[in-house]
């Protein structure tokens, strides 16, 4: 069969979960998630093409080859693909109801000044030749969730883990809104200001969870990520716990759930 992506045996990431309709898997840092200039081959799609190219092609452009969502290229984690059209289209249906729940973990450079709260400020996307996200009025509504669940004042200044969710799926949603409230995330070398970026020897943003209703089976998937090892001297340099081996509770589920009075 001849593919529209070229499929790259030499990709590698980690599936967390899989059946005939759907699969999580599991994104480094420092991959792109879909071909474009300059990557044109070295991409997770292209690797996910070399398992999964058969079942990709059948989706075709039209379904994004099966990418229901992106991760930035310095963003780890867990990313939903579709397998099979009816399973595709679904998904997308529950992305667009804003059913699919999707949680991240952040080091920031310093604490909210609330330990839990709602971002809720309009995202425009730049048209600049490298996009990105400006608060603005003219924007789009985007909505962030957050809860704190460590703070540091060791290893050479303050810092906090927080978990986010962001309810809306904007362009760099977590990493301009988490900024726009004097929260930039460690190593985000494009919001952050220069003392910032330094702190992390990447972004220290991580998809952990991902939960929803399973189109075909109406069962609910509940997916995790561990904490990410290259990440593991960013958490001892604060002091910090693991998040994945402690229990913080649930963090809000529904819209309904949310205070959506700006912050």
Known sequence: ??????????????????????LVIDKRAGLVTQPGKGHERDTLLNG????????????????DFGLLHRLDKMTSGLLLVGLRPRAYDALRELF???????????????????????INRPILETTDEMK?????????????????????TIGGGA?????????????????????SIGCPILGDELYAPRAVRGVAQRLALHSHRLAFTHPVSGETVDVESPW???????????????????????????EAELDLEPN
């Open 1 to 22: 069969m001849n593919f529209t992506v070229e499929p790259n045996e030499r990709i590698t990431f980690k599936v967390r979960f899989e059946d005939e309709d759907l």
């Open 132 to 152: 990105l996200a400006k608060i603005s009025s003219a924007g789009k509504a985007s909505i962030t969730a957050y809860r704190v669940l460590q703070m540091s």
């Open 48 to 63: 996910l093409f070399a398992r999964y190219g058969a079942q990709l092609q059948n989706l075709g452009r039209a379904r």
């Open 159 to 179: 810092a906090a883990l927080l978990e986010c969710r962001p309810v809306t799926g904007r362009l760099h949603q977590i990493r301009a809104h988490l900024e």
């Open 228 to 254: 990410p090892r290259d990440l593991l001297n960013l958490l001892k340099k604060f002091g910090f716990e693991r998040p994945d081996r402690v229990r913080h509770g649930d963090t809000p589920s529904t």
């Open 96 to 118: 667009a109801t804003r059913a699919v729940r999707k949680f991240y973990w952040a080091v920031t450079a310093k604490a909210p000044n609330k330990p839990t709260g709602v």
